[in-house]
């Protein structure tokens, strides 16, 4: 499952650290067999904290605070024995870890620590168990130093791989992208406790890494417990969403794939990591109003009267008092609220017009569109991808801004789009959709009623 792009990669960073491992002098700052004695130790609790990782928002993502170990190595012990310690990730009790996986953990590890060492070494910080009463930013400073390249290394190293084997099974980037502040944050915090554990080295000895495992294994807790959080709120999102599709089975899987389209456009603009999660988020949940129109309405084989299309204009305002009181949706709601309008204020429900129209709905009426048209409906086939675009900017400047629409063909011509499978008919035959109110090329026909 690993492309052999990636394999050379992997192959390529264990030869860099074999390489840099026997180009690298050992230091040796206590007797032999003390050194080894407190090496041994080190790798044990780089291992116990390596095998037990905390699940992130994606349950394909897990981090541990194995990096304190390793950092704590650094301190200890000196850049060769901080390479062995982050070795022992080849060692990894982990399930389902296949041999190249742990070829690159391993490496990983024993990279990051070796660049590390030899960071903390060229500021020159002292190597051994830290004294009382010595200039603390003696070590601070090269500690802050290492810590930062320990980071950005391991940070690198996976960007690498995934960039090399994307689409795989090894290292996929789901979720990956959203967490990255919280593994950023998190490695800095593991890595300040790489510190105390070299501090603690000094009164307690080795049993100090048996203490510090009490506080690791507490943040390892809070890390799961706020990834089950935002997998719960995720989980939220989806169970409105099927609620809204049972509606209409001519929209199933509509509004993730909308939340899709979202975050191609945010990330295309370079939005930033919490606005693209929530706008995945607004994109899913874009539709949740239509919980509030008659079923009879959405479904309506026949032109609507003035007050049936009066009722479907409603459903972006219905969906707001849905999932206004949900917090975390911030930004949200206003693509949730707005994602009708149009650039030239013929949309609804407010008749907003160009930039009055929120940032997040201008994105999502784009989104919405385009699967619109590239699902069959009971009325049409489904439009092929370029038939969609070249609505897409015949629409630019009226319906869409122009500028969401250049880039979510920009990144559809780079990342390609999960076109919809057919949607089976209900049993009931009687209750089928043939208008499809996000279909810009299907307008909706509307009738006075005497």
């Known amino acids: 499952m690993v492309s052999r792009a990636a394999w050379l990669y992997i192959g390529l960073v264990v030869l860099a650290t074999a390489a840099l491992v026997d180009y690298t002098p050992v230091v040796m700052p206590e ?9 041994i130790i080190l790798q044990l609790l780089f291992l116990v904290c390596d095998s037990t990782p905390a699940p992130l928002v ?3 993502t897990k981090w541990s605070p194995s990096s304190s170990a390793t950092l704590a190595a650094v301190v200890l012990l000196g850049p060769v024995a901080a390479a062995l310690v982050g070795a022992v990730s080849l060692l990894s009790i982990k399930r389902q870890l296949r041999l190249d996986g742990r070829l690159f953990n391993g490496a990983m590890g024993a990279l990051s620590g070796l660049l590390a060492g030899r960071a903390y070494l ?28 320990h980071v950005l290394t391991n940070q690198g190293l996976i960007w690498g791989v995934y960039r090399l084997n994307r689409g795989r099974r090894m290292l996929r980037n789901e979720g990956l992208e959203s967490s990255l502040p919280l593994l950023l944050v998190s490695d800095l915090g593991y890595a300040a406790l790489g510190l105390v554990i070299a501090t603690l080295w000094i009164v307690m000895g080795a049993f100090a890494a048996v203490l510090v495992l009490i506080p690791l294994f507490v943040a390892r807790w809070a890390m799961g417990q706020f990834a089950e959080q935002q997998r719960a709120y995720s989980a939220t999102m989806k169970a409105l969403c099927q609620a ?24 295309q603009i370079r939005m930033g990591a919490a606005r693209t999660d929530a706008i995945e988020f607004a994109g899913m949940l874009h539709d949740v109003g239509k919980l ?8 309506k084989t026949g032109p609507l009267t003035e007050d049936e299309y009066a009722t479907i204009q409603l459903h972006p305002m219905r969906g707001l008092e849905i999932v ?18 149009r650039i030239d204020g013929k949309g609804y429900p407010m008749g907003f017009a160009g930039h009055e129209i929120p940032e997040f709905a201008r994105i999502i009426a784009v989104a919405d569109a385009f699967d619109s048209m590239t699902s069959t409906r009971s009325y049409r086939e489904a439009k092929t991808v370029p038939e969609a675009v070249a609505e897409l900017r015949k629409g630019a400047n009226t319906q869409f801004d122009p500028l969401v629409v250049d880039a979510f063909i920009a990144a559809l011509m780079r990342e390609g789009w999960p076109l919809p499978e057919r949607a089976e008919k209900p049993v009931d035959l ?14 909706l026909r509307v009738v006075d009623v005497p």
């Open 244 to 267: 809204v599709e049972t509606k209409d089975y001519y929209t199933r899987g509509h509004g993730d794939r909308v939340s899709l389209g979202a975050g191609m456009i945010a990330r």
């Open 122 to 149: 060229a500021l020159h910080g002292p190597v051994g168990p830290p004294h009382f009463g010595a200039n603390p930013w003696h070590i601070i400073g090269p500690f802050a130093a290492a810590a930062a390249v």
């Open 292 to 299: 509030g129109v008659p079923t009879q309405v959405l479904q």
């Open 430 to 443: 009687t209750t089928v959709t043939v208008k499809d109110h996000d279909d810009p090329t299907a307008p």
């Open 31 to 39: 007797p032999a067999a003390t050194f080894w004695r407190d090496l």
């Open 324 to 341: 206004r009181e949900i917090g975390f949706l911030n930004e949200a709601l206003a693509g949730i609220m707005h994602h009708h309008e």
């Open 58 to 60: 994606s349950r394909q």
